[in-house]
T-cell receptor, first 117, second 112 residues
Framework: ETGVTQTPRHLVMGMTNKKSLKCEQH?????MYWYKQSAKKPLELMFV???????ENNSVPSRFSPECPNSSHLFLHLHTLQPEDSALYLC????????????????FGPGTRLTVL | GDSVTQMEGPVTLSEEAFLTINCTYT??????LFWYVQYPGEGLQLLLK?????DKGSNKGFEATYRKETTSFHLEKGSVQVSDSAVYFC???????????FGTGTSLTVIP
């Protein structure tokens, strides 16, 4: 496969469940990102990993727990979520987080549509 | 801080109409600018980009010119098609800190 893949594409969970979202990039990139996209709201950056180290955590509740075991894989572990956490969760990757003088665009996966009941 | 402002939607156009979606930015230094498109049920895809002033990005009939004097990066297409119906996001990348800022998105619907 090429590009950025995400699994599952759709997930329905109860508030007491524990689940994980998976992202994999096949682009040789060093930085990976989790975004939350809710209806009628701007795209929210949740977490940034660069070379497998978390470099940004934008005040995300602790019920979301990211994991980056290597530069190709990124997980988002979910537990005791709330209905307002229902959204499209997008993963992205880029060549490098640190500025290097080129455009460094982000490549997105198709997203996981999460519904919390 | 850096930010991107794009026109509110939704925008509805007839097929073959001219499209403009406005985007202005605030940034220190010289950011790179992007337009992303999101088709229904999919993630964001890079549509075009420009990395310095006066650069013109183009792809699939869409164009945008990096205007430093007006801090703008407006998206244009001369003749839209039904298949262009999607949400369009303007974004900038701040090279100094490599932050990525997205606009709120503009929904475009093209009717036959």
């Amino acid at each position: 496969e090429t590009g950025v893949t995400q699994t599952p594409r759709h997930l329905v969970m109860g508030m007491t469940n524990k689940k994980s979202l998976k992202c994999e990039q096949h682009l040789g990139h060093n930085a990976m990102y989790w975004y939350k996209q809710s209806a009628k709201k701007p795209l929210e950056l949740m977490f940034v990993y660069s070379l497998e180290e978390r470099v940004e955590n934008n005040s995300v509740p602790s019920r979301f727990s990211p994991e980056c075991p290597n530069s190709s894989h990124l997980f988002l572990h979910l537990h005791t979520l709330q209905p307002e956490d229902s959204a499209l969760y997008l993963c992205a990757s880029s060549q490098d987080k640190a500025g290097t003088g080129f455009s460094n665009e982000q490549f997105f996966g198709p997203g996981t549509r999460l519904t919390v009941l | 801080g850096d930010s991107v402002t794009q026109m509110e939607g939704p925008v509805t156009l007839s097929e073959e109409a001219f499209l403009t979606i406005n985007c202005t930015y605030t940034a220190t230094g010289y950011p790179s600018l992007f337009w992303y498109v999101q088709y229904p049920g999919e993630g964001l895809q890079l549509l075009l980009k420009a990395t310095k002033a006066d650069d013109k990005g183009s792809n699939k009939g869409f164009e945008a010119t990096y205007r430093k004097e007006t801090t703008s990066f407006h998206l244009e297409k001369g003749s839209v098609q039904v298949s262009d119906s999607a949400v369009y996001f303007c974004a900038l990348s701040d090279r100094a800190g490599n932050q990525f800022y997205f606009g709120t998105g503009t929904s475009l619907t093209v009717i036959p």
